[in-house]
């Protein structure tokens, strides 16, 4: 057994409350120094910092597995329970598969994925930000988490996976529902509306699926459902887990990057006024708000056999918490990495993971921030932080984004 000590860091760790919540780095920054691996009790987790443990980790799939990588962070009532055994059960995906079961799923994600369908995909991502401008742009102020960066992502990830635009509405309440119910300690009274409409979620896949089947189009169900020679196609159970994971795992990870993008530029107004007067350097500031706030922060494994990392030895089955948010602030690869640099170079940051996790959305979500803050920087370029508000962080462990962002022009 590992043993864990008394003064451990661990016991002073509670990332979802108060000033850890709202700025983490400096505990990270000393956990990195001291104890760059400890344990925490409140989250039953191992929590690892520094960004060459972590890499060491991403690169031994085998060894680390990502079977508890989606662990819920929410605990379920028997009535929740009760409810989701109406739907399909929940059974691994991509995110949280291994091995060869991993391959065949992101094998069959993959071409959904790659930079010729993304740029197909472009006008349709323009649109939606032009129509969601256009809806606040005479009102001289907009709360921009909920009247931009949540919907654009959301209707992007529904659109690539073939859900028809009479559908995007109810589809959108029922997305909605299911981040909650995963993402959200709620009222239990709350959480069983969640996951009933989580299990009306899987149904309205399956269906849509079905439609597929006869009239293919081009879009990620019409993909995954060509098996390869040797394989056997996903049966319904798959398909409900694997379309529900792409759209969670698509949508309030952009929504975060555009989020966190945002308060950086506009808390700082000539770093906005750079950005506008030179769109060209968008993509690189983008890399910066990945390293600098990393949307995605943290995400799990667990081992599969006796394993040492940074001096300590692990048995298996042990759960790591890997913090992609402290390995993109550690001073050992980021010179002066606490220090905002929008034309950083290199900056090789883990915001999207590394290795066969590597997010397979990572084009699409640079190319959703790009747009997003060119149209901003070209209608609204006098865009500023609303006065006098507080900016505070949604409490969520895995991700980092903030609740609200009011903004004025
Ligand atoms: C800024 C936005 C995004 C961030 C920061 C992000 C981050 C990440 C990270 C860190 C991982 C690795 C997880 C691990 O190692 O266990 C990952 C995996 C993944 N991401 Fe993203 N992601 C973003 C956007 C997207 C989008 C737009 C999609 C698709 C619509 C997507 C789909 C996926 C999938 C399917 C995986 C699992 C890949 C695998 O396990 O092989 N992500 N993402």
Not at 104 to 110: L, S
Not at 200 to 224: C, M, T, W
Not at 264 to 275: I, K, S, V
Not at 368 to 390: D, F, K, S, V
């Amino acid at each position: 057994m590992v043993q864990t000590n008394e003064d451990s860091l661990g016991a002073l760790y509670h990332p979802l409350h108060g000033e850890q919540l709202e700025n983490p780095y400096p505990f990270y920054a000393r956990a990195r120094r001291e104890e760059p691996i400890f344990f925490s009790p409140d989250l039953g987790t191992w929590v690892v910092t520094r960004y060459d443990d972590i890499l060491t980790i991403l690169n031994q799939p085998d060894v680390f597995s990502s079977k508890d990588a989606l662990r819920p962070v929410v605990r379920f009532s028997p009535a929740v329970f009760a409810e989701l055994s109406k739907g399909y059960p929940i059974v691994s995906n991509v995110v949280d598969s291994d091995g060869k079961e991993h391959t065949r799923f992101r094998n069959a994600v993959g071409k959904a994925f790659v930079p010729k369908r993304i740029k197909q995909l472009e006008p349709f991502i323009k649109e939606v930000m032009t129509s969601l401008v256009d809806g606040f742009i005479h009102d001289h102020k907009a709360e921009l988490i909920s009247q931009l960066a949540y919907p654009l992502p959301l209707e992007v990830a529904l659109f690539l996976i073939g859900v028809p635009k009479e559908d995007m509405a109810s589809t959108k309440k029922l997305s909605d529902h299911t981040s909650m119910l995963f993402n959200s300690p709620l009222p239990e009274e709350q959480q069983v509306e969640c996951a009933r409409d989580f299990v009306r979620f899987q149904h309205y896949f399956i269906q849509l699926v079905n439609k597929r089947r006869s009239a293919p189009g081009e879009d990620l169900i019409s993909d995954l459902l060509e098996t390869p020679a040797g394989e056997r196609p996903f049966d319904d159970t798959q398909f409900a887990n694997l379309l529900i994971s792409m759209v969670i795992a698509g949508h309030e990870t952009t929504t975060q990057l555009i989020g966190n993008g945002l308060a950086l530029l506009l808390g700082h107004p000539e770093r906005w006024q750079t950005l506008c007067a030179h769109p060209e350097r968008i993509p690189q500031a983008i890399e910066e708000i990945l390293r600098y706030d990393s949307p995605v922060h943290a995400f799990f494994r667990t081992t599969t056999r006796e394993v040492t990392v940074g001096g300590i030895k692990f048995p298996p089955e042990t759960l790591l918490m890997v913090v992609f948010g402290s390995a993109n602030r550690d001073e050992t690869q980021f010179p002066q990495a606490d220090q905002f640099d929008m034309q950083r170079s290199p900056n090789r940051h883990l915001a999207f993971g590394y290795g066969i996790h590597f997010c397979v959305g990572a084009f699409l979500a640079r190319k959703q921030g790009q747009i997003a803050l060119e149209t901003l920087c070209q209608r609204l370029p006098n865009l500023r932080l609303a006065p006098q508000q507080r900016l505070s962080h949604s409490p969520v462990l895995r991700q980092r984004g903030f609740k609200h962002l009011d903004v004025v022009w």
